[in-house]
């Protein structure tokens, strides 16, 4: 039932392939509704505690969400160029979604005057003269509150802050802003030096853009790569187009699927089209390879060599569509929405390649498959590469076994130890390549002003007007002091920088007085001096919440949480207990979601190896079997960790998939290296030579889709963006060590341990009624009898072959499965049949227990199918399954027992009637 079931595309052609047409073109409709997201709401936990307070924050203050003009020009200061400023300003200002512009021409200042406080705009418009310009200039420079933020200390370049506001569910709006802004900058690009826009808007802009190249330059790629690594290592360009159609349909049926369940496609599914070309092809080659193993044993037969094909690569096949897709899935327990978009889209990608393929590739090859193969040379022999790694490898396994042992967990131990060292990072800059012009233009800003990001350190109080009072505003300087001290940020302001300005001016601008006013009066006095947009940033209409503004440039993950968490201490400290203090920011909800990679990594590879442990357990029938098969896939995870570690790549959400991603395809290597030599082993007691058999027959497809895998994956860097790329490397390298763990330290292992897999014990084919009456299975329950089977070999006669010859000496036992066989023994020149043997009938168990001649022969009197128990092969599986050996050997003594008891009474009938 199950053959006929993974038969279906070949049995049902016209059905599965009407199906096929139908899912394609329902999934081609949803690939209308396909929509790009590249804003930074993906990157922050969903659940973030801090969220409903940054919106509340930002709702009163403003948001963090702006755009900075950088503007350079060494005649600045004259009044063609400020006039020229004016304008962009104005331009700015029109803008829709624009809130405000904060720049030379809104900034306040206030100086002392002859005794007399002058207050005003710095440039209330563009100065006509040369005189008026330097005039600005001195007043801009003078203020401690602008210099560094909005003017470089060389008076070279100015900042135009641009606050944009965005509407509730608007699609696309931040590519709106950058476009405009973009076009502004462009228009007056000819007006000075140097001119450009930084700010979220051009982030997810440039996300976007690049998120497009990605797409159309990987997938391509990968394909071509997949196509020339096949055809050189398969020999064969039938083995390199299938996985190209069954990769299009996939992504077809994925993408499609996105559109209609409105998942968005986000900068990691620009992975999804090289991981379903690279992943998917891995089947496509190990049945490929199965299929020209078939066509050598069938002489061409197509319809033999796609049954041969599906009966041994079936289950694997289904186990590590199995595996692999949880690899992907798994990620969803991450928080990110960014990583949880990509873990359900990459995981039904899997899945509907894995349909696809069951479906097609069968079809496929049955009506239009090679019927030959080019595979092995005509000695059996493993050509190419391939063949060169068996060879390698199996010189190292006959001659260090126990050395290469050793040595992969010393070299563990120190990937171990490199792996304590990982540290995590979300920050979206640090997606993007450093020569990047993005990225250049960041750091420039950064090097004449200060950083472009911000977040806001927040106070409130219980009370009304309750930062009118000198104490409280003092507690706001305490904060900035302690942000000075950190030296991790670039630059704060508050409304006590703005009050402690203008007590420095009612001193003659005595720096030892630009501290906050010693009283209410003062400071309610002291506020008269502002217009109420100067301060909308800083403090709240009813003054019960105030607001330090950070600017910083901070694109390390761990080192920005670090230094918030102690600030939110302090902070919360220096607030006592009438007051509360919170600190928030975008970005730094956005940065403190990389501490979920960590926990959530932890959680996915655990529940993944669970998973496979339990899956495994559950094929190899034992939870030895499960641990067995999870060692050959956890050392290259193990290697991979220590090699970020070692080479400081941080865990991103782009490198925080690789582990459960590589783990699920590293694991295929194991599970078809498992099943061929547990077929193997059914029918050799050699378990050595059954190893290298498995290896020999194995190390094409492994070695092929490991290569195809690597190189597929470092297609990924080329990408736009570092995350990918360095998803790339690691996966590529991750694939390389996999090949190492698979065919060394698998077949290693594999001389040591003897596992049965379940497919095999639910396949056999032999009668139930017959193994349940045979006096061998006596007292056994059917699944130990069908356990008990696989240690033993499956052998056929013919009718007339002989299967034991009187005079020989063997220690095998044999018991029928179906067929007749009459006993013959030959007395002199006589050869006379004494019995006549029928299915689960036991014979040769005299041999089996002794060394001895046989006593007689055994001849099919039809064809025979039977089991064959192996004296030493017993023993050797002695350690793996005593219970079912001890069970055998006891009814095998009760066998010989009622032999025992049937000789003495013929005897004694003899006896008797001789008397």
């Known amino acids: 039932m199950f053959n006929r079931l993974l038969m279906v595309g070949v049995n049902y052609r016209m059905a599965s392939l009407l199906f096929l047409v139908l899912v394609t073109a329902v999934s081609a409709l949803g690939l209308q509704k396909l929509r790009v997201e590249t804003d930074f709401s993906s990157l922050i936990a ?3 505690p801090k969220k409903m307070m940054y919106d509340q924050v930002a709702a009163e203050f403003g948001s963090d969400n702006r755009s900075l003009i950088y503007v350079r020009d060494v005649q600045l200061w004259t009044p063609e160029k400020l006039a020229s400023l004016e304008r962009l300003h104005r331009a700015l200002e029109s803008l829709d979604f624009v809130e405000r512009v904060e720049d030379l021409f809104t900034l306040r200042s206030i100086r002392d005057s002859d005794g007399a406080i002058d207050s005003r705009l710095l440039i209330a418009e563009a100065p006509e003269s040369e005189e008026d310009a330097r005039s ?19 008076g070279r370049v100015v900042a135009l802050m641009v606050s944009v506001k965005a ?11 950058n476009g405009a802004l973009e076009q502004i900058v462009n228009n007056w690009k000819g007006e000075f030096d140097e001119l450009f826009q930084v700010g979220p808007p051009r982030i997810n802009a440039e996300m976007q853009a690049s998120l497009y190249d990605d797409l159309v330059l990987l997938a391509p790629l990968s394909m071509g790569l997949l196509i020339v690594t096949i055809v050189l290592l398969l020999r064969s360009f039938m083995a390199a187009i299938i996985p190209v159609i069954t990769s299009i349909l996939s992504l077809v049926w994925a993408f499609g699927l996105m559109g209609w369940s409105d998942i968005p496609i986000n900068i990691l599914s620009a992975m999804i089209p090289s991981l379903v070309v690279v992943i998917g092809s891995t089947e496509d080659t190990h049945m490929m390879a199965a299929y020209f193993q078939g066509v050598s044993e069938s002489r061409g037969d197509r319809r033999a060599a796609t049954r041969f094909m599906m009966r041994h690569m079936g289950v694997p096949l289904l186990l590590t569509i199995l595996t692999t897709s949880l690899g992907f899935v798994s990620n969803i327990f991450n928080g990110i929405g960014l990583i949880q978009d990509f873990a359900i889209a990459s995981a039904v990608a899997i899945l509907a390649n894995g349909v696809i393929t069951v479906l097609m590739v069968p079809m496929l090859l049955d009506r239009i498959g090679p019927r030959g193969s080019s595979v092995n040379d005509e000695s059996g022999r493993v050509g190419g590469l391939p063949g060169v790694v068996v060879r390698l490898f199996g010189f190292s396994q006959q001659r260090f076994s126990s050395a290469i042992l050793v040595l992969t967990t010393l070299l563990c131990a120190f ?9 995590v990072t979300n920050d979206p800059l640090t997606y993007f390549h450093s020569d990047r012009p993005l990225i250049q233009d960041v750091n420039r800003v950064q090097q004449d002003l200060s950083g472009i990001k911000l977040f806001f350190v927040t106070l409130e109080s219980k009370d009304e007007r309750a930062f009118l009072e000198p104490k409280n505003l003092r507690r706001l300087t305490e904060i900035q002091e302690f942000i000075e001290e950190q030296g991790v940020f670039d630059r704060s302001v508050s409304l006590a920088d703005q009050l402690s300005l203008v007590n420095r001016e009612f001193h003659r601008g005595d720096e030892e007085y630009r501290v906050v006013p010693n009283t209410r009066e003062l400071v309610a006095q002291y506020l008269l001096f502002f217009h109420r947009n100067d301060l909308r940033s800083y403090v709240s209409n009813d003054f019960r919440r105030t607001n330090i503004v950070v600017r910083h440039n901070v694109s390390d993950s761990a080192t920005l949480n670090r230094s918030i968490k102690e600030l939110e201490a302090v902070a919360e400290d220096i607030a006592g207990g009438d007051i509360k203090a919170y600190v928030v920011g975008e970005n730094l909800m956005i940065n403190e979601s990389a501490e979920l990679l960590m926990s959530a990594q932890v ?6 190896l669970i998973a496979i442990f339990l899956i495994m357990s559950t094929m190899f029938t034992s939870f030895m079997g499960g641990v067995i098969a999870l060692i050959p896939a956890m050392i290259p995870i193990v290697l991979m960790f ?3 570690g070692l080479f400081d790549i941080p865990l991103n959400p782009g490198t925080a998939m690789v582990a459960v991603i590589a783990i699920g395809i590293a694991v295929d290597g194991t599970i078809h290296l498992f099943s061929r030599y547990n077929e193997l082993c059914r029918r050799t007691s050699d378990y050595e030579e059954a190893v290298r058999q498995t290896v ?5 497809p492994v070695v092929t889709t490991s290569l195809a895998l690597s190189l597929g994956f470092g297609v990924l860097l080329l990408s736009n963006f570092t995350l990918i790329a360095q998803f790339g490397a690691l996966s590529a390298l991750t694939m390389l060590f996999s090949i190492f763990a698979n065919l060394l330290i698998t077949p290693i292992i594999m001389t040591r341990v003897r596992v049965v897999a379940l497919h095999q014990i639910i396949g056999l084919s032999a009668s ?12 056994m329950s059917e699944y130990q009898i069908r356990k008990a089977i696989l240690i033993s070999e499956m052998h056929d006669f013919t009718e007339g072959e002989m299967v034991i010859r009187q005079g020989d000496v063997g220690r095998s036992m044999y018991l029928i499965l179906s067929g007749e066989a009459e006993v013959l023994r030959r007395v002199g020149g006589d050869e006379q049949c004494v019995a006549q043997l029928k299915p689960g009938e036991v014979f040769g168990e005299i041999g089996f227990v002794r060394e001895t001649t046989r006593t007689a022969g055994v001849r099919a009197a039809s064809d025979l199918h039977m089991l064959r128990f192996d004296f030493e092969k017993i023993g050797k599986d002695l350690k793996y399954f005593p219970n079912i050996v001890a069970k055998i050997n006891f009814n095998i003594s009760c066998i010989l027992g009622e032999r025992l008891v049937d000789v003495m009474e013929s005897q004694a009938k003899q006896q008797s009637s001789q008397d």
């Open 46 to 48: 969903a659940n973030d």
């Open 136 to 154: 600005a200039y001195e007043n801009a420079s003078y203020n401690p509150l602008i210099l560094g933020n909005y003017l470089s200390n060389d």
């Open 167 to 177: 509407p509730p569910d608007e699609r696309g709006f931040d590519h709106r802003v």
């Open 415 to 423: 990937f171990i130890y490199h792996a304590s060292q990982l540290h």
């Open 603 to 608: 959680k996915s590879l655990g529940l993944l």
């Open 642 to 644: 220590g090699v970020m």
């Open 696 to 700: 020999k027959m194995e190390a094409t």
């Open 768 to 779: 139930k009624e017959v193994l349940q009456g045979s006096p061998l299975f006596k007292g």
